[in-house]
C-alpha cells in the first residue's frame, strides 16, 4: 500500500471493555513499532517485531497490553480490561528493515477513548 | 529525567520570521537525530534526518546536532502558515525516543 494504515481511527471504549487496534505496514517493510502518544506529549514506544519476531516489549506498560504479529505483515495491538489511562493515540510505524538507518514511516493513529 | 527534553511551548511567530526549535538529551547511545512534523489528528511526518555532529540543510530547514552537548536545533526560514504544526525531535539505536513536541503557529 502507499502507506501505514491503522483502524479504526477512533475507538470509544467503557472502562473494562477488551480492544484490538490493527496495523497495515507498508508493504515488504520488515519492522514494526508501535506506540503510545498521550495528550501534548511525544509517542512513547510500546513494542517493537521484526518480521514475527516481537523482540522488544519493553515499553507495553502492563500485561493488560499485548500486540501480535503472526504472519509478519499487519499487526494488532490488544488491550484487555481497558482502563481511564489507556486513552491516547495509538501509533504504528514500519521500516524497511531493522537496522539503525532505516526510517520509520508512521500511521495516522487510532484515537482511543477509554470512559 | 526523560531521555529527551524539548521544549512545549507554544511558538507563535509572524510569516517569514525564523523559527528556532532545540532538544537536549541525555543518551550517548543515540546515532540519529530526527526531525518530524505532526498535524493535528495525523501521524508523525519525518521532516530531517541526520547521523553526526554539524549541520544538515534541506530547503527552508536546518538540522544541527552537537554531540558533544547533547544538542539538536531545528531552523526553519521565512516561516509559512503552512508550517504551523507540532514539531518532534525524535533520536534511536533502533527504537525511537521523541520529545514532548513544540506546537508552533506561524501567523499570517
Known amino acids: 500500500g502507499a502507506g501505514v494504515s491503522q483502524s479504526p481511527r477512533y475507538k470509544v471504549a467503557k472502562r473494562g471493555q477488551d480492544v484490538a487496534l490493527r496495523c497495515d505496514p507498508i508493504?515488504?517493510?520488515?519492522?514494526l513499532f508501535w506506540y503510545q502518544q498521550a495528550l501534548g506529549q511525544g509517542p512513547e514506544f510500546l513494542t517493537y517485531?521484526?518480521?514475527?519476531?516481537?523482540?522488544?516489549k519493553s515499553g507495553l506498560p502492563s500485561d493488560r497490553f499485548f500486540a501480535e504479529r503472526p504472519e509478519g505483515s499487519v499487526s494488532t495491538l490488544k488491550i484487555q480490561r481497558t482502563q481511564q489511562e489507556d486513552s491516547a493515540v495509538y501509533l504504528c510505524a514500519s521500516s524497511l528493515t531493522g537496522g539503525t538507518k532505516n526510517i520509520q514511516y508512521f500511521g495516522a493513529g487510532t484515537r482511543l477513548s477509554v470512559l | 529525567q526523560k531521555e529527551v527534553e524539548q521544549d512545549p511551548g507554544p511558538l507563535s511567530v509572524p510569516e517569514g520570521a525564523i523559527v528556532s526549535l532545540n532538544c537536549t538529551y541525555s543518551?550517548?547511545?543515540?546515532?540519529?537525530f530526527m526531525w518530524y512534523r505532526q498535524y493535528s489528528r495525523k501521524g508523525p511526518e519525518l521532516l530531517m534526518y541526520?547521523?553526526?555532529?554539524g549541520n544538515k540543510e534541506d530547503g527552508r530547514f536546518t538540522a544541527q546536532v552537537d554531540k558533544s552537548s547533547k544538542y539538536i536545533s531545528l531552523f526553519i526560514r521565512d516561516s509559512q502558515p503552512s508550517d504551523s504544526a507540532t514539531y518532534l525531535c525524535a533520536m534511536r539505536y533502533y527504537k525511537l525516543s521523541f520529545g514532548a513536541g513544540t506546537t508552533v503557529t506561524v501567523r499570517a
Open positions: 508493504s515488504g517493510h520488515v519492522s
Open positions: 543518551n550517548s547511545a543515540f546515532q540519529y
Open positions: 541526520t547521523y553526526s555532529s
Open positions: 517485531f521484526q518480521n514475527e519476531a516481537q523482540l522488544d
